[in-house]
């Protein structure tokens, strides 16, 4: 607790705070630069970052490339957000939200943007015909899902992670506000888990694909450091979802894709070929060197 509360302003002026994560935000939207978006040979090309956010895109490629939709070939580029690539005139154009990930979709006669992550599962699940239900229920039930996390998921990050892991200051009312929300969420996916094999139902779907990234990296990856703060390994039903959902082989490689940090061997910095996996992870690049 500082010693004097903080009293608000009449008025808001933005003070960046000089964190870790303050290049990446500010309160006005728009370009910054001129910045084209490169362009390869696939029709879809995705501009992301490995984030929970960013995974879920690359799980979803991936899984339907497994599935034998080879219309779901892609290239992969990495956008800096540290470094304000989000700011670019291509980017914005692609998302005027400047958030990753964005999907453009060039296989169409006007190529189609897409933007949120939600909405990018929800499209590729619709143009390929595949982990999204088609009968009227089991639609609704995967939806519902998939919209839980969308909602849910902002007091995960940008509350008990933010404030837990990020924040210069650590204060005490918001890491408890936001451990509580989080720990209440972990249950109401682990009481779900309990009844059912998939988050949305028997069959794996893009609800377990929007979701496994956030919750199965607290359960598994201790992400924001977390994991013992929260007692994740209370959470049984969630443990075995989030360990079933990790043995699969695309979502093995979506992890890797536009990872920029971490084990050599889970950074795909770029992925336009299948290949790559095995021949351009940067442990796989150093060795040649």
Request: glycine share 4%.
């Given at each position: 607790m500082t010693d004097t509360a903080y009293v608000p302003p009449k008025v808001w002026t933005h003070k960046p705070d000089g964190g870790r994560y303050a290049a990446t935000n500010r309160p006005i939207a728009g370009a910054t630069q001129e910045k084209e978006l490169p362009v390869g040979r696939h029709p879809l090309q995705l501009y992301s970052l490995a984030t929970p956010n960013g995974v879920k895109v690359t799980i979803m490629l991936e899984e339907l490339l497994a599935l034998g939709h080879r219309g779901a070939e892609y290239d992969a580029w990495p956008i800096k957000i540290n470094e304000g690539d989000q700011f670019g005139s291509g980017f914005v154009a692609v998302n005027p939200?400047?958030?990753?990930?964005?999907?453009?979709?060039?296989?169409?006669?006007?190529?189609?943007?897409?933007?949120?992550?939600?909405?990018i599962l929800v499209y590729l699940a619709e143009k390929f015909g595949a982990l999204l239900p088609t009968e009227r229920a089991a639609r609704a039930e995967c939806l519902s899902w998939l919209f839980w996390q969308m909602g849910s998921t902002p007091y995960v990050g940008g509350g008990f992670g933010h404030f837990y892991a990020?924040?210069?200051?650590?204060?005490e009312y918001a890491i408890n506000r936001f451990a509580m929300e989080t720990k209440r969420q972990l249950d109401v996916l682990d009481r779900r888990l309990a009844e059912s094999e998939y988050v949305a139902g028997p069959q794996y779907t893009i609800a377990d694909i929007a979701i496994w990234p956030w919750y199965g990296g607290l359960a598994q990856f201790n992400q924001y450091g977390g994991g013992e703060f929260l007692s994740v390994q209370d959470y049984k039903n969630l443990q075995r979802w989030t360990t079933q959902v990790g043995q699969r082989l695309a979502v093995k490689r979506g992890r890797k894709v536009n990872r920029l940090s971490g084990d050599p061997a889970d950074q795909l910095h770029e992925r336009h070929d299948a290949s790559d996996f095995d021949t351009k992870t940067q442990d796989k690049l150093a060795a040649k060197s």
């Open positions: 939200n400047s958030k990753i990930p964005a999907l453009l979709d060039r296989s169409e006669s006007k190529p189609v943007r897409v933007f949120e992550s939600g909405s990020y924040a210069q200051e650590k204060i």
